[in-house]
């Protein structure tokens, strides 16, 4: 069975305080991991696709990374609007289906 | 840019009553799913549908749920006699070639 464990579960950074969120997992045969930015009562939104060990992927603040066991969403410079819950799932083996993790929820303050 | 919309955001029911959830996913996507995220859990697979017919589905997703793609546009779950553990948050997301889900605003189920 598919494995997603993220750590920590909450986080909180002051403006400007450089962290990083870790998703490890557990699969047989990564098709996929994905991160997603939730806010309260809202769906997931999409951030990253990363397919393969090595592979980095960057979007203004935020930068994910994946080796062969996890992957790391670095958060560099956080302003309050990046506060949210950061949501990692993967896809594997010859499912579709998203598998997702319980998430990291992050607070930024001034 | 393109979106999954999902209506309505809010259902209240009674427990037994039956309801549908409606989703209508990017036009030119070919997959769709059903995920549910129960208050402060995480989220979880229902079914995956694809060429007019289930391709996967999750063991939540017993015969009291039901999902049809009635036209060209709509995706529609139904759970025919709700219960108080199906009260959650359920998202519709959907994709092109079955890779990276784009998620709708989701409907917050409330069975009382």
């Known amino acids: 069975e598919d494995q997603v464990t993220q750590s920590p579960e909450a986080l909180r950074l002051q403006e400007g305080e450089s962290s990083s969120l870790n998703c490890s997992y557990t699969?047989?045969?990564?098709?996929?991991l994905f991160w997603y930015r939730q806010d309260p009562g809202k769906g997931p939104e999409f951030l990253f696709t990363?397919?393969?060990a090595g592979e980095e992927k960057e979007k203004e603040r935020l930068k994910a990374t994946l080796t062969k066991k996890e992957s790391f969403l670095h958060i560099t410079a956080p302003k309050p609007e990046d506060s949210a819950t950061y949501l990692c799932?993967?896809?594997?083996?010859?499912?579709?289906?998203?598998?997702f993790g319980t998430g990291t929820r992050l607070q930024v303050t001034l | 840019e393109p979106e999954v919309t999902q209506t309505p955001s809010h259902q209240v029911t009674q427990m037994g009553q039956e309801v549908i959830l409606r989703c209508v996913p990017i036009?030119?996507?070919?997959?769709f799913y059903w995920y549910r995220q129960i208050l402060g859990q995480k989220v979880e697979f229902l079914v995956s549908?694809?060429?007019?017919?289930?391709?996967?589905k999750s063991e939540i997703f017993d015969d009291q749920f039901s999902v049809e793609r009635p036209d060209g546009s709509n995706f529609t779950l139904k759970i025919r006699s709700t219960k108080l553990e199906d009260s959650a948050m359920y998202f519709c997301?959907?994709?092109?070639?079955?890779?990276?889900?784009?998620f709708g605003p989701g409907t917050r189920l409330t069975v009382l």
């Open positions: 990363l397919y393969s």
């Open positions: 699969v047989s045969g990564l098709r996929g």
């Open positions: 799932a993967v896809k594997a083996g010859t499912a579709s289906k998203l598998t």
């Open positions: 997301a959907s994709t092109y070639v079955g890779d990276t889900q784009y």
């Open positions: 549908f694809y060429n007019n017919e289930i391709s996967e």
């Open positions: 036009s030119n996507h070919l997959y």
